[in-house]
């Protein structure tokens, strides 16, 4: 499948209203996903289930070449899951063979990635992010409805195939995954991954950030300052996202762990160097993840319009914070986002 136009040379990098330079695009290629997990996808969601427009691999690919020519160079793609799209393999390939690329990510919940592993990798990604919010095969089955031996097997598998990077997430949920943080810690640390704690955010639900809910990554990093020591690394950066990194030593480790941080919720100035869109499956660029405003791409597309018109609208109204704070209320889930 050969959709790479090459129409479009790459431009020079685009920044916003505030001086952020806008050059980081996560794709979404599907809303589906062949597990429930608690924080992403609402009880009874079937949003695919009315075949809303989506964009072909085509559209997806003219997308991100006009992105190309308005200076994004950093890719992910993501879903939903995104390994259950058929034609995946190829829309790597293709976003991969673009002038404009430099990097090439993947975000999935790992339990396709292990016999797609080596096509994955040959398709042009540079780097992996695996979910992993338990290591308890009840729990991860509680948390997400899946399999945690397929999860396992997908991580091993990309460990084999020696991607540059690959990362695994976590989300903190207080009182159903608080006693995992350790044991995923001295996992990572075995394999020499970086592990990223994620602060709930209010993209499903909107009791989240209830007490009885929520858990600040102050707060577990409070905690693993009792067992451990945690040092700041202000050189490492194993992607393009918001996360900040601590080297992590206990007398558990066998070496020291990489610990990211993400805190959207209660880390100051979260957003004063946010470079990313993101693109959802069914074709609309959203400039922000906490707020509802969305432009429509796939119109554009298919009235026959130059679709970095899309991208230059959604740069210009890229606001300079998210409202999680501000009584938000999601317009949609985060598995019809993106990740």
């Known amino acids: 499948m050969n959709l790479v136009s090459s129409t479009k040379s790459p431009g020079p990098a685009s920044k916003d ?45 003219r997308s991100v070449e006009a992105a190309t020519s308005l200076g994004f160079r950093k890719f992910r793609v993501t879903g939903g899951e995104p390994l259950i799209r ?22 999935t919940n790992g339990t396709r990635l292990a016999p797609l ?29 899946g399999d945690i031996g397929a999860v396992l097997a997908g991580i091993e598998a990309a460990r084999e195939q020696g991607f540059e990077v690959i990362k695994l997430n976590c989300v903190l949920m207080r009182g159903v995954n608080e006693g995992e943080y350790v044991k995923l810690i001295e996992f990572a640390a075995e394999r020499a991954m970086p592990l990223r704690f994620i602060e ?16 600040s990554i102050q707060e577990l990093m409070s905690r693993l300052g009792g067992v451990g020591a945690l040092t700041a690394i202000d050189n490492y950066r194993p ?20 610990l990211g941080f993400i805190g959207a919720i209660t880390s100051p100035h979260f957003c004063e160097t946010c470079n990313k869109l993101r693109l959802t499956a069914d074709g609309k660029l959203r400039p922000c993840l906490g707020r509802l405003g969305e432009i429509d791409l796939l119109g554009s597309l298919r009235a026959g319009e130059d679709p970095a018109r899309a ?21 949609r889930p985060m598995t019809a986002i993106g990740g």
């Open 86 to 107: 058929k034609d995946i393999i190829g829309i790597l390939r293709a976003i991969w063979e673009l002038p404009g690329t430099q990097t090439l990510g993947l975000s």
């Open 17 to 61: 209203s505030y001086g952020r330079t806008i050059d980081y695009l996560r794709i979404s290629v599907t809303d589906r996903c062949n597990e429930r997990c608690l924080y992403c996808m609402p009880e009874g969601y079937k949003g695919w289930a009315q075949k809303p427009e989506h964009l072909t691999a085509g559209e997806l690919i």
């Open 200 to 215: 709930l955010m209010p993209l499903t639900r909107t009791d989240v950030l209830d007490d009885s809910n929520f858990l």
């Open 239 to 258: 992607g393009h996202g918001p996360a900040k990194y601590y080297e992590f030593q206990s007398d558990r480790l066998p070496s020291p762990a990489r």
């Open 117 to 145: 592993a080596r096509e994955i990798k040959q398709a042009g990604v540079r780097s992996v992010n695996v979910s992993l919010d338990a290591l308890d095969v009840d729990l991860y089955r509680r948390i997400t409805g």
């Open 311 to 331: 991208f230059e609208e959604a740069i210009a109204n890229k606001p300079e914070n998210h409202e999680f704070l501000d009584r938000y209320v999601p317009g």
